[in-house]
């Protein structure tokens, strides 16, 4: 089975998901806690239910990584990369922005991607070597420099009062070097808006692979760069990801590390 069934599935997942969570926004809905301020909500649940339900009856040999729960290793060769509901905080207090995240990585390479943006009926799609895609129609990284004429995006840990890599040094050193810095609060669409050229560049710490995974393969697929802080290789499951357009990704790089560019 080639990827596009692959992609399609992933494209059926995300598409009910994002419905579900329409519909549900703005309802009654039980929201609890996985630490002191990381949310989670009956629709995270749900959501991840469907999801992995959709993907399983497709590929029940397949292994699952996904935010809201741990699933026993099949040993697999595919492993499905999910977060049901990115942007829970937001989605808990009734800010409309949040989505649905999955990607298929195959023998350690993620291969493919979707994002749904349910709020603004945005379908982000990517296939490792065919492009990127945003509602069928190709994507490319803008082509804004130098970084003092660009608008960047990042976001905070969730213990950002208790450790001390918490970002508020790189967000007040990138506020005075960048046109604008956004912090909206769901870092696939952050990548997704990079790759769409809406973003010029994105830096976060502290993530988990579910939150980067398929919207790092759009930024690479719509032309733009991913690495470390450091500008060196980068992988999922690192924690700390610099995305750009390319054009400034040195002079981010510099601004991370205290070099210059």
Known sequence: MGLKQHLDIAVQAARAAGQFQRERLWSDFAIGFKGETDLVTEVDRACEELIVGTIRQA??????????????????????????????????????????????????????????????DELFTVVRGEGAFLNGRRLAVSRRAPLRQCLLATGFPYDRTRDNEN?????????????????????????????????????ECKLKPWDVAAGQLLVTEAGGMVT??????????????????????????????GRSA
């Open 228 to 257: 470390n802080h450091g500008g060196g290789a980068w992988s999922v499951y690192d924690h700390r990801i610099l995305a750009s357009n390319g054009l400034i990704h040195d002079e981010m790089v510099a601004v991370l590390t």
């Open 167 to 203: 970002n508020f040094t790189h967000f007040m050193n990138f506020q005075m070097a960048a046109r604008a810095v956004r912090r909206a609060g769901a870092a696939a669409l952050d990548l997704a808006y990079v790759a769409a050229g809406r973003l010029d560049g994105y830096w």
């Open 59 to 120: 590929f029940p040999a397949h292994d699952i990584l996904a935010e809201e729960n741990d699933y026993a290793s099949l040993c697999s060769s595919h492993k499905w990369i999910i977060d049901p509901l990115d942007g829970t905080t937001n989605y808990a207090h009734g800010f409309p922005w949040f989505g649905v995240s999955i990607a298929l990585e195959v023998e350690g390479e993620v291969l493919l991607g979707v994002i749904c943006h349910p709020m603004m």
